[in-house]
């Protein structure tokens, strides 16, 4: 006996927490993480809509495995930008990379 | 209906104890809940202590093939109890934990190595009927918390606070995680033969043993699962005789013992999916559905079906252990990406496409037609690789020839200048 | 009321575990936290119904992204033992932020979903399906993949996203010539 809406409040929290991680981190790995929970958050709503309103239709998880899908690929090509921005100036602070400012 | 002694001990040998109590005390609340304890305890419990059996049949078998005699001090003149006593030994040594390790991290590795290797016999049918839950998604299942087993090699090199866990570490991962690939691929072809992928309906599916009907997955399936498991002659993340250890060099005493359990349990329930997906499970000509009387002893008889074909597998499991060397960390990674994958890749297609067009034939034609198609794979994989192997001993000895004239071309010019 | 429970503690597990992954100085065990809540939110689906995506969510996240975070985490590791804190100046501000998307969001939900599990409303508990559509969901949804008339062309699309992916990756990642 539990409501749709308890699904779609610990997804909003979790997105919430994923959000302030993304807002005040400053390492960039602990950012790609805090955005990894805000899809996860994404996709627990997306299933939990397909759960309550159309069982019988995979919309809902068609659209999970394509965030899944997503996330993978952010991942590693934002994984791999990181290793290859440390490479080069020696720092993944999100607030020293900064070549771009003046 | 009522309690009976007699009736208990007859469905306890015909395996259908958990009916028979359902059939008295179904409607007591909570049954359902003690069952299910009472299945898990068993299953796990089952897993644990055969390593103990495990340890000690390795042992004896690497001991004759290399024309030893192996254990035999300890339990008898066959060393039965060989096990017993190593393993009283590692429980009464000192936990002892390094310096600067990451406590949280130390702790958890052996913890979530085990309870990965566990939880993956919750798919596994022993017998018609006898599994802990006939998951719809069963295979996929398992590949999925076979993944989990590579974070706590993770954590084991990491917490261990000493570069040459994080090494071996890093080593074991770069294998664990490249062999899952053609792992998976082949597991595709027992499930698209079978059209499920729920272990009892694989076995269901197969009145001809899927290894007769895709003889080249199996193979690769057996390659890999050798290469998941960490076992000769992919052993590189142990390699005892060249380095220490890889990722546990750390650990002593019964954590070390976990580590240890977990590679027995998996290798053994690697076994044991081979003899579903490919052997049949526990299928063996109708007798698992044998009835006697009013004895249905067929459940018994496929339980015993279904671990002969297991441990003939494990036994050839250490019998390749007993047999092969080890390969280089290179030709680990070479063969994996530029030969496995491919090859299983190419499978697939070859086997959809026969599949699709042999769809409505009977089961006969399917067999022989799946059975060419993979033989034509692997005989062009095989000339393939040959070829290969051809050209690159060629260069290897171009190689050698020009650094041997390069060595003797100086001399001729000091010659001369004279 | 079991299943209400076990979904609380589900819940409060991927929850707390969140918030150690924002909060906790130490990357390495931020990474560990964060894998602990990829892990509840499997339960989540596991409750849902939704035995396949549990699965793939082990084996994507868990398996996969997991094991690249903390690969990245060890290779760019000068920063691990940093005293200094590990917010920006703008922690506040973010807090505030967040909370107030939260109470908007939340005012959203209850607005159109009732929120007391006992309301004669419809959604207040999971609506009954037979088990067998519940066990042809993953056939169901393996056809609708492929189907010209549902999902192929944003599967190819996925496909094709995932490949540049790989070889993105690849190249960023390389190392330069000069390097070695």
């Not at chain 2, 002694?5 to 306890?12: A, N």
């Not at chain 2, 080249?216 to 290469?227: D, P």
Request: neutral net charge; charged residues 15%.
């Amino acid at each position: 006996m539990v409501p749709l809406s308890w699904y779609l409040l610990v997804a909003a929290l979790l997105f919430c927490i994923g959000l302030y991680g993304v807002m005040v981190r400053r390492n960039a790995v602990a950012i790609l993480m805090a955005v990894e929970l805000m899809l996860n958050a994404v996709n627990i709503n997306l299933v939990a809509f397909w759960r309550y309103l159309s069982p019988e239709r995979p919309v809902g998880l068609a659209w999970a495995i394509f965030v899944l899908t997503v996330a993978a690929a952010e991942a590693a090509v934002g994984l791999a930008l990181l290793i290859s921005v440390y490479r080069n100036r020696g720092s993944v602070v999100a607030e020293e990379l900064d070549l771009l400012k003046n | 209906m009522s309690f009976n002694l007699v009736e208990f001990l007859k469905s306890l040998v015909s395996l259908t104890v958990f009916d028979y109590v359902r059939q008295v005390w179904g409607d007591t609340p909570g049954v359902e809940i003690v069952l299910d304890i009472i299945g898990v305890l068993v299953v796990s419990t089952f897993c644990l202590l055969i390593v103990i059996f495990l340890i000690w049949l390795e042992r004896k078998v690497i001991a004759r093939i290399q024309d030893r005699i192996g254990p035999n001090r300890v339990g008898g003149r066959y060393g039965l109890l060989q096990t017993v006593a190593d393993v009283l030994k590692l429980l009464t040594k000192e936990d002892i934990t390094p310096a600067g390790a990451d406590k949280v991290a130390y702790n958890l590795a052996p913890l979530t190595i085990v309870m990965a290797a566990l939880l993956m016999w919750a798919v596994m049918p022993f017998a018609p009927g006898v599994i802990g839950v006939d998951l719809n998604v069963g295979v996929f299942y398992v590949m999925a918390v076979s993944s989990v087993s590579v974070v706590s090699l993770l954590l084991a090199g990491w917490g261990s606070n000493n570069k040459y866990a994080l090494l071996g570490a890093f080593r074991s991962v770069a294998q664990l995680v490249s062999y899952e690939v053609p792992m998976i691929l082949s597991l595709l072809i027992p499930i698209l033969l079978a059209r499920s992928m729920s272990t009892e309906q694989i076995i269901a599916a197969q009145d001809v043993p899927f290894i007769i009907m895709a003889p080249l997955s199996a193979l690769i399936f057996f390659i890999s699962a050798l290469a998941e498991t960490g076992r000769t002659p992919f052993d590189l993340l142990e390699a005892e005789s060249e380095i220490v250890a890889g990722f546990h060099v750390e650990y002593g005493g019964m954590k070390f013992g976990m580590f240890f359990l977990a590679e027995f349990v998996s290798t053994l329930f690697m076994s044991g999916l081979f003899a579903t997906l490919y052997l049949g499970g526990y299928r063996f000509f109708g007798l698992e559905n044998l009835v006697i009387g009013d004895m249905e002893i067929g459940r018994l008889l496929g339980l015993i079906v279904f671990f002969v074909k297991m441990f003939t597998i494990y036994f050839i499991f250490i019998w390749i252990r007993g047999t092969l060397p080890r390969v280089r960390v290179d030709q680990l990674l070479n063969f994996n990406w530029k030969f496995l994958v491919p090859v299983t890749l190419v499978l697939i297609l070859v086997v959809a496409i026969l599949d699709k067009l042999a769809g409505g034939a009977g089961i006969w034609t399917r067999t022989v037609v799946q059975l060419v198609g993979n033989g034509v794979v692997g005989l062009v994989a095989l000339e393939l690789m040959r070829r290969a192997a051809r050209r690159y001993r060629r260069e290897q000895e171009a190689m050698v020839m020009t650094r041997r004239e390069l060595a003797s071309a100086p001399a001729e010019v000091t010659v001369s200048s004279h | 009321m079991v299943e209400q429970i076990v979904f609380i503690l589900v819940s409060l597990f991927t929850l707390i575990t969140a918030v150690v992954v924002v909060t906790n100085r130490n990357l390495f065990h931020a990474a560990l936290a964060l894998m602990a809540s990829f892990l509840g939110v499997a339960g989540l689906y596991v409750l849902l119904d939704a035995g396949f995506l549990a699965a793939a969510q082990l084996l994507v996240y868990i398996g996969a992204i997991s094991i690249l975070i903390i690969f990245a985490i060890m290779l760019t590791r000068r920063l691990m033992h940093a005293l200094e804190s590990p917010f920006n100046s703008q922690w506040g501000l973010g807090a505030f932020t967040a909370v107030v998307a939260f109470a908007v969001m939340a005012g959203v939900i209850a607005q159109f979903w009732p929120v007391t599990p006992d309301s004669v409303t419809p959604l207040a508990s999971r609506p009954e399906v037979s088990a067998s559509i519940l066990r042809g969901s993953v056939a169901e949804l393996g056809r609708a993949l492929v189907s010209s008339d549902a999902y192929v062309i944003p599967f190819e699309i996925a496909s094709v996203l995932l490949l540049a992916a790989l070889i993105g990756a690849i190249v960023v990642a390389w190392p330069k010539a000069e390097d070695e």
